[in-house]
């Protein structure tokens, strides 16, 4: 901060200039952090898929008042036989408004694979109408018998859609399980997938469970700096149970500063429904 006294600088952050200068002559990384903390906090739909099913509007205000900005959906056509059928025939522009009136936004929303392939078009029409900037493709779920080559004709493929994706105005992300996170021919997954899948086209949304695995997601946001897009929370015990984000193995400090190497924008919790409230507390105190 130089020579400037005390009593000086503290008179010239009382006016608006003096605060910019305050600010800028901060250390970046409390400001960058204090960035990072500061993006809307969101959740998964899908461990409550049978709640919003049944009542998708209050199910929404629930999590609203527990603390949540934001929310994922996952595409009810896409995911119509593993809980989200009852939503298909509700209109868009109808989930839309209720997702706005239970005073939430929806950026991001999961689809199945098959989804980016011949029902593209279908796909980017209902995420435009539901007002989506990013579209996930969540995982490509090949069989346990999947050679490498398989991942790698899938990553092509996903490549192919994000074209498509990215001059319809929104992005593709990548969703990882525990799937890619073994070894194939000596290569991790994963890593062979970020070889693979154009880092202008794809980006990749980090699950956060994959500690159960030994692998931190810090770790590959500082990695691959800039190839991420979002992140999925869930915290864990050394044994492998599932805990409040906060009380777990995780060094959610770490984490976060990470994320913003790795460029990641948006962050949704995804747990158990008794977990979300403690979950949300734990990071606005953050």
């Known amino acids: 901060m130089g020579t400037i006294n005390r009593r000086r600088f503290l008179g010239r952050i009382a006016t608006g200039a ?34 919003l099913a ?23 056509k896409g995911y119509a036989d593993i809980g989200y059928g009852p939503l298909v025939s509700m ?28 029902a593209l078009d279908q796909s ?41 994706i990215k001059k319809a105005g929104m992005q593709t992300g990548f969703h990882n399980h525990d799937f890619e996170f073994h070894a194939l021919d000596g290569q991790l997954i994963y890593d062979a997938l970020m070889k693979r899948l154009d880092p202008e086209l794809v980006k990749m949304q980090f699950q956060t469970e994959v500690i159960n695995l030994g692998y931190k997601a810090s770790r590959y946001f500082n990695k691959y700096p800039g190839r991420f897009i979002s992140a999925h929370l869930s915290d ?19 984490f976060f500063a990470a994320a913003r190497t790795g460029g990641v924008k ?21």
């Not at 109808?94 to 392939?117: N, T, V, Y």
Request: hydrophobic share 40%; net charge negative; with cysteine.
């Open 18 to 51: 003096g605060a910019a200068f305050a600010l800028s002559h901060l250390p970046s990384q409390l400001l960058a952090n204090a960035r990072m903390l500061d993006i809307p906090l969101g959740f998964q739909t899908f461990p409550i898929r049978d709640m």
């Open 266 to 286: 948006n962050f949704f919790v995804e747990m158990d429904l008794d977990k979300y409230k403690d979950s949300a507390a734990y990071i606005h105190s953050l």
């Open 236 to 254: 864990w015990t050394a044994d492998k149970k599932q805990v409040p984000v906060g009380q777990g193995v995780i060094d959610w400090k770490d």
């Open 124 to 164: 980017i029409g209902f995420a435009h109408d539901l007002g989506l900037s990013q579209m996930i493709c969540s995982t490509f779920w090949l069989p346990k018998t999947a050679t490498l080559n398989d991942y790698l004709a899938a990553a092509d493929q996903l490549n192919r859609a994000a074209e498509k």
């Open 91 to 118: 209109k868009t522009s109808d989930m839309r408004k209720i997702i706005s009136d239970a005073g939430l936004s929806c950026p991001s929303c999961h689809f199945g694979f098959p989804e980016f392939g011949s």
């Open 54 to 76: 049944k009542d998708f509007s209050g199910t929404l205000k629930m999590m609203a008042a527990q603390g949540y900005q934001l929310t994922e959906m996952c595409s009810p």
